[in-house]
């Protein structure tokens, strides 16, 4: 299986900060990368695919990049309702895997 | 608008069985791959089975395999997950998931989730 390692696991940053989070895959996935928000008690939203690609809706301050076994998710300002715990998921094989999660907090 | 929707959870005790139910509305229901995801309380995503559009090709992962068995009908719109031999360890809210019709894998649309409890 293919693992997914995110990091941090939580962070807190203040309303305006640029937040990153970093996705490593334990082999080459190539662009296969998705990221999810969760916010609490709620189900998963799909931010970006592809690993850069952003999903028709989603705000212009969230960025994704990377290929092969690194990838970043960017919040460029971070705004009270991005609170959340987001995930990074692999679709380059099965089982789709998903990273632990970063929980985002405001400072 | 897209939808999906689950239903059947509930309280089992260990041993026993349960089956999960998602329509989804709002699409071309056979168009699209479906999967199901558990999240135990407080942790992350798990990805536990992925059925085709015509339902031709079937995917578990090792924890549920030979356990559960996932289905469709898609003159109802409607994606099954009949879990037998439940364990504690399989507490979770279940989530339906839509894959992106050209890239399976991409779970772009999600149901509200329903909590299985495996308890004694």
């Known amino acids: 299986d293919i693992q997914m390692t995110q990091s941090p696991s939580s962070l807190s940053a203040s309303v305006g900060d640029r937040v990153t989070i970093t996705c490593q895959a334990s082999?080459?996935?190539?662009?296969?990368l998705n990221w999810y928000q969760q916010k609490p008690g709620k189900a998963p939203n799909l931010l970006i695919y592809?690993?850069?690609n952003s999903e028709p809706g989603v705000p212009s301050r969230f960025s994704g990049s990377g290929s092969g076994t690194d990838f970043t998710f960017t919040i460029n300002g971070l705004l009270p309702e991005d609170i959340a715990t987001y995930y990074c998921?692999?679709?380059?094989?099965?089982?789709?895997?998903f990273g632990q999660g970063t929980k985002v907090e405001i400072k | 608008e897209v939808q999906v929707a689950e239903s059947g959870g509930g309280l089992v005790k260990p041993g026993e069985s349960l089956r999960l139910s998602c329509v989804g509305s709002?699409?071309?229901?056979?168009?699209?791959?479906m999967n199901w995801v558990r999240q135990a309380p407080g942790k992350g995503l798990e990805w536990v089975s992925s059925?085709?559009?015509?339902?031709?090709?079937?995917y578990y992962a090792d924890s549920v395999k030979g356990r559960f068995t996932i289905s469709r009908d898609n003159a109802r719109n409607s994606l099954y997950l009949q879990m037998n031999s439940l364990r504690a360890e399989d507490t979770a809210v279940y989530f339906c998931?839509?894959?992106?019709?050209?890239?399976?894998?991409?779970?772009?649309?999600w149901g509200q989730g329903t909590l299985v409890t495996v308890s004694s």
């Open positions: 998931a839509r894959d992106l019709p050209v890239a399976a894998g991409i779970f772009d649309s």
């Open positions: 709002g699409f071309s229901f056979s168009e699209h791959s």
């Open positions: 059925i085709s559009g015509s339902g031709s090709y079937i």
């Open positions: 082999q080459d996935i190539d662009i296969y």
């Open positions: 592809g690993g850069s």
């Open positions: 998921q692999q679709y380059d094989d099965l089982p789709r895997t």
